[in-house]
T-cell receptor, first 112, second 116 residues
Framework: NAGVTQTPKFQVLKTGQSMTLQCAQDMNHEYMSWYRQDPGMGLRLIHYSVGAGITDQGEVPNGYNVSRSTTEDFPLRLLSAAPSQTSVYFC???????????FGQGTRLTVV | GDSVTQMEGPVTLSEEAFLTINCTYTATGYPSLFWYVQYPGEGLQLLLKATKADDKGSNKGFEATYRKETTSFHLEKGSVQVSDSAVYFCALSERGGGTSYGKLTFGQGTILTVHP
């Protein structure tokens, strides 16, 4: 029972580099989302998707892109990393009707 | 828009002490309410939830009651243990049509440390 799997767990980038954070779920959830967690600010929604081929912006989308080609996968792309993107990133999934959201273990990203 | 406000932390308690973490919310509709817990180095996991007014969610000795009149969902536990040390997040999810489903709004989190 894998649940939500995020890779990598840790990453260090140089300013200006790009990378993709991977997220996969095996629960057939329609809804998937990406959050960033910063001290004292809780979790802030970056992007979300309600199904394959449908994505939308959350609260803090600038500097990030997403796509949803399959129900299972929802990668997050950093186009040109900046130190302000140093954070812990969480992917989550749930059924559209609400209820429990399942979270990945997180990716700790440092941009130097 | 929707928002969730939690009591500021960190909270430090001795084992077997009583715990209350306050949570209030503002929402345009009639949300479902949640408490999530994050243990060190891990992702968030659902602790308990309530979906309508006066519902009480409970799990692992924790309880919270959905109070629509005061827009609150305070977390309580009668006797905390060292293993309860974690970060606790209050959250809400609006119900409604379109893309409202599934979207969670979080409070800022409260760090709880329990000493033996």
């Amino acid at each position: 029972n894998a649940g939500v799997t995020q890779t990598p767990k840790f990453q260090v980038l140089k300013t200006g580099q790009s990378m993709t954070l991977q997220c996969a779920q095996d629960m057939n959830h329609e809804y998937m989302s990406w959050y960033r967690q910063d001290p004292g600010m809780g979790l802030r929604l970056i992007h979300y998707s309600v199904g394959a081929g449908i994505t939308d912006q959350g609260e803090v989308p600038n500097g990030y892109n997403v796509s949803r080609s399959t129900t299972e996968d929802f990668p997050l792309r950093l186009l040109s990393a900046a130190p302000s993107q140093t954070s812990v990133y969480f992917c989550a999934s749930s059924f559209l009707q609400g209820g429990e959201a399942f979270f990945g273990q997180g990716t700790r990203l440092t941009v130097v | 828009g929707d928002s969730v406000t939690q009591m500021e932390g960190p909270v430090t308690l001795s084992e077997e002490a009583f715990l209350t973490i306050n949570c209030t919310y503002t929402a345009t509709g009639y949300p479902s309410l949640f408490w999530y817990v994050q243990y060190p180095g891990e992702g968030l996991q659902l602790l308990l939830k309530a979906t309508k007014a006066d519902d009480k969610g409970s799990n692992k000795g924790f309880e919270a009651t959905y109070r629509k009149e005061t827009t609150s969902f305070h977390l309580e536990k009668g006797s905390v243990q060292v293993s309860d040390s974690a970060v606790y997040f209050c959250a809400l999810s609006e119900r409604g049509g379109g893309t409202s489903y599934g979207k969670l709004t979080f409070g800022q989190g409260t760090i709880l440390t329990v000493h033996p």
